[in-house]
């Protein structure tokens, strides 16, 4: 009825060296060694300019964006605490509909494996189709696999989506952002305390009456200034207190895709404030965006586009810091265009196995549904069923246990 497969990607072996260069290369070894145990990796100059350059993108995306110079050559990182081994890759099964998952996951728990699905969903928004998301809906609640939606400005389909998650108790992730009437950031020029309490009240005046705080996130940033890290970090800091207070579930940040630089994320401020997020991963999290910036291309320059959070988790895990929930609230290729479904969903099944290894990331919402100028809202509604498919018919096993990040397991094939 089912089969599983495992997808482990091993990067290239070097040919054999000549005996001349054997001390060389028995160096070479010895500091790959060292260096693999980061996962991080830099990027060559040229690759860098495949994605710099001008694109008109929602927010503040930056017109160019820069990566240390050299060729896939791992950051030497001291780790402040002794870290394991890397966690074996996700198994894929699949199957037939209808899968009983239940099943599968007591099956699994009996391999010391953990049932995991999909977890990348789509970005609804003022009008635009998002009314083809119903059907899948209620689909996938039906067969209690959980979904991912994120929703500017329109709260109908999130609370749709709240209502079956009421009666099924199916963990669903839903995120609501508004974007009209509101700073979108905050004011970079105030003390960040004050700026906190002011763009909280703004958002929290307009945040829709019919949504259950409970179980819907909100979002209240979008595409903020990389410059401005450790000052967003107090920003964050404080902005969570107020929703902690106010009984809220809050995701801070925003970030674009590519930000932010990774040494960012170890500011004191920064540290200080995925402390807080770290002990309360049902009521805060960071919020991401991820994109390959190529309709053709959606592992570019993996992982500093899509797959960047795990920089996020070195961090946290170097420094004895339990790691945030994430949401990544835009995903995708380009802001105006997607690949054709077969091509869409051959990336997508990359991407869902490569979140499905770290139970903090949520989910991940193909941008756009929403009503745009172009036609994305289109191709992308071409995607509702194929995505709705894979997801009542793939599954993940997953090792429930903890190991160091490292990227190169999920490197995407050419």
Partial sequence: MKHAKHDKELP???????LTIILFTAAALALGSLIAATGLFALDNAAQSRISGQASWPGSRPDTLTF???AFIPLIRAATVPLPPPLPPPLVFSGQPPIDFAAEAVELEAQGLKLTFNKIGFHAGDRGRWADLVDMMIELDAAGVPFFLKSTDNAQPLYMAQELMKKSGVPHTLVYRRVSGVDNVPNYNADPKAAAAYHWAQHKAVFPPELDPAYVWVETVNE???NRAAWLADFAYETAQ???RDGFRWAAFGWSSGEPEPADW?????????RLAGENQDRLAVALHEYSYEVDDVGAI?????GRFQFLFDACDRNGIMRPTVLITEWGWTYDTVPSPAQALIDIRWAARLY???????GAAIWYLGDTPGTIEDQTAALIDPVRNYSLSHYFGVDPGFGRV?????????
């Fill in 12 to 18: 290239g072996v070097l040919g054999k060296p000549v």
């Fill in 224 to 226: 903020v200034d990389k």
């Fill in 406 to 414: 490292d990227p190169a397991i999920f490197k995407p094939s050419p």
């Fill in 242 to 244: 107020l929703t902690l």
């Fill in 356 to 362: 499905a290894a770290y139970p903090q990331v949520k």
């Fill in 302 to 306: 993996y992982p500093y586009l899509i």
């Fill in 68 to 70: 240390p110079p050299r």
């Fill in 266 to 274: 170890e500011s004191p401020s920064m540290l200080k404030f995925l």
